[in-house]
């Protein structure tokens, strides 16, 4: 049974993927992260004895410290953490138990380089709909808390990458887009298959979102509510940056159906 001070595999789980997850910290050393270098989903990586300089930016957040085999290094990170008044566990077992258990590891090398504030940064067309929206809100959830997001003129996508160094996504001719012949596997499916998230609720949001942002709607019947839902905000919203932040609710709203509520139905009257 874990300590007061410490989460469970299974408990960890449940949080990640949704806006309620903790912040979370590994801060495996070099040699152990060296072995098998993949991530909890949307960990981020810090040295543990430098943890005191991140209590600033943590100041009314929860957090989970990640550690190779949840010992001495994260028990101890998040007891620093305590005494500066942030909310700190540490997860049993580290990333041995999650391992073990099956959970999905983001491998390390699929993340582009992180910028000096911490967060990567991603660029696409402007005026989001599907794919635009649903990969941002995959990163965020599950890859990089933090990222950052250029929407910019379709024929300027490729020249903002290079000069701003941010990695380009739902454009022709790059590594994060459709594939498959004429493009029948969304970009939604490439980040879901190559950040290695093999969790079921993605899988099936991953048809949802492939069969809206390619016509299909009839194969998947929740396809044409993502659509109709989709092209509302892109209406309701001038600017990109809003439309995503409105637009994460959205996601997290059918990421938590695929997960919890596809079997129940509902009726009137009510019982």
């Known amino acids: 049974m874990p300590s007061p001070t410490q989460i469970t595999v299974q408990q960890l789980s449940r949080l990640i993927g949704t806006p309620d997850c903790s912040v979370l910290i ?4 070099d040699e152990d992260f060296a072995l098998d270098p993949r991530f909890v989903p949307g960990a981020i990586r810090h040295p543990f004895k430098d943890i005191e300089s991140l209590v600033p930016s943590l100041i009314g957040k929860k957090v989970i410290i990640i550690c190779q085999k949840g010992l001495k290094l994260s028990q101890g990170a998040a007891a620093v953490l305590r005494c500066h008044g942030i909310d700190a566990e540490s997860l049993e077992g580290g990333n041995f138990a999650w391992r073990d258990a099956g959970a999905p590891l983001v491998p390390a090398e699929k993340i582009p380089n992180r910028k000096s504030n911490g ?3 991603w660029v696409t067309r402007h005026r989001p709909k599907i794919d635009r929206i649903a990969c941002p809100w995959l990163i965020r959830r599950f890859v990089d808390p933090a990222a950052r997001f250029l929407f910019v003129s379709p024929g300027e996508v490729m020249n903002v990458a290079e000069k701003f160094d941010a990695t380009p996504f739902d454009v022709e001719g790059v590594f994060w887009s459709h594939r498959g012949e004429s493009g029948e596997f969304c970009t939604f499916d490439t980040m879901v298959e190559e950040f290695c998230l093999g969790i079921p609720a993605l899988q099936h949001l991953a048809k949802i979102v492939r069969a809206a942002d390619t ?6 019947p929740e396809a044409a509510g993502l659509l109709a839902a ?9 600017d990109d940056l809003q439309q995503l932040d409105a637009g994460m609710g959205l996601y997290d709203a059918f ?5 919890d509520a596809t079997d129940e139905g509902h009726n009137w009257p009510g019982k």
Do not use: K
């Not at 016509?215 to 998947?220: C, H, K, S, Y």
């Open 230 to 238: 989709s092209l509302g905000l892109s209406r309701m919203y001038r």
């Open 26 to 29: 590994d801060i495996c050393i």
């Open 119 to 121: 967060a990567s940064l």
């Open 215 to 220: 016509d299909r709607v009839n194969e998947v």
């Open 255 to 259: 990421y938590r159906w695929a997960r």
